[in-house]
């Protein structure tokens, strides 16, 4: 049995003639939970509970926690990171090797290309320097005025074949610029796509643990300052 202080037990009483005289709100009210502290205070927590009036006493219930606390991860060996450290940085430095491969060749074409319409436009500036010099010359030579009219006319060819041949020059020019304005066009979506990829396989959206997220953002951001000194193109 348990021992209940005098002012608990006529607290008990009123509370049982409370619930007999107002049956109506018992009833709306179904359990009434009362802290009880026994003399002893190592013992348990006890409740009061109002049943329709009739009142009684027991122990309260301990839930069980729903969320049990995650075993710690265990720890991961330290010889296993230094390896997966210098697996990312080799991969690193085999991406940005292909990188720098690709765009070398891609402007190395652009080089022939403005070499090869240079060596065009040298070459046209000769041949209408030529018809010029044989145009002077022949109206040099021409001195009889019998020959007058024939001189104009062959002059007015001339002029007009000289005027086709700047037109066809002229259409060369625009075309090559026009497959430069193509090739520098196709350089720049290439140059987004692999930014993109880039960010798409980053390893942050891979890593579980922050401390191995910091430590590659650390990695990549010193070989990419690394690589840009050396070759004369950092961006700070």
């Known amino acids: 049995k348990i021992k209940i202080k005098k002012n608990e037990k006529r607290q008990l009483l ?27 205070d190592h013992t348990d ?33 330290p010889q296993a990171e230094e390896i997966n450290r210098r697996e990312r940085k080799r991969k690193t430095l085999l991406k940005l090797k292909q990188e720098y491969a690709r765009e070398i060749h891609q402007w190395e074409l652009l080089s022939n ?7 065009k436009r040298l070459l046209l500036q000769q ?22 009219e024939k001189e104009t006319v062959n002059s007015l060819g001339s002029l007009v074949d000289e005027l086709l041949l700047q037109a066809d020059s002229q259409e060369a020019v625009i075309q090559d610029m026009l497959n ?7 350089m720049c979506s290439a140059q987004e796509e692999k930014l993109k990829q880039w960010y798409i396989d980053h390893p942050i959206w891979f890593s579980l643990q922050p401390q191995e997220l910091l430590a590659s953002l650390h990695d990549e951001k010193e070989l990419s ?8 193109t950092c961006d700070l």
């Open 113 to 119: 290309n403005l070499r090869v319409m240079q060596d």
């Open 45 to 77: 927590e006890w409740e009061l509970c109002n049943d329709d009036g009739f009142v009684y006493k027991r122990k309260k219930r301990r839930l069980s926690d729903p969320h049990p606390p995650a075993p710690s991860a265990p720890s991961k060996d």
């Open 14 to 40: 009123a509370l049982s003639n409370f619930g007999f005289l107002n049956l109506q709100f018992a009833k709306q009210t179904s359990t009434l939970h009362f802290p009880l502290v026994t003399m002893d």
């Open 180 to 186: 430069l304005c193509d090739i520098a066009e196709t």
């Open 127 to 148: 041949q209408q320097q030529q018809q010029q010099q044989e145009v002077e010359g022949t109206t040099l030579l021409s001195s009889c005025p019998s020959r007058v």
């Open 225 to 232: 300052f690394k690589v840009g000194v050396d070759n004369g």
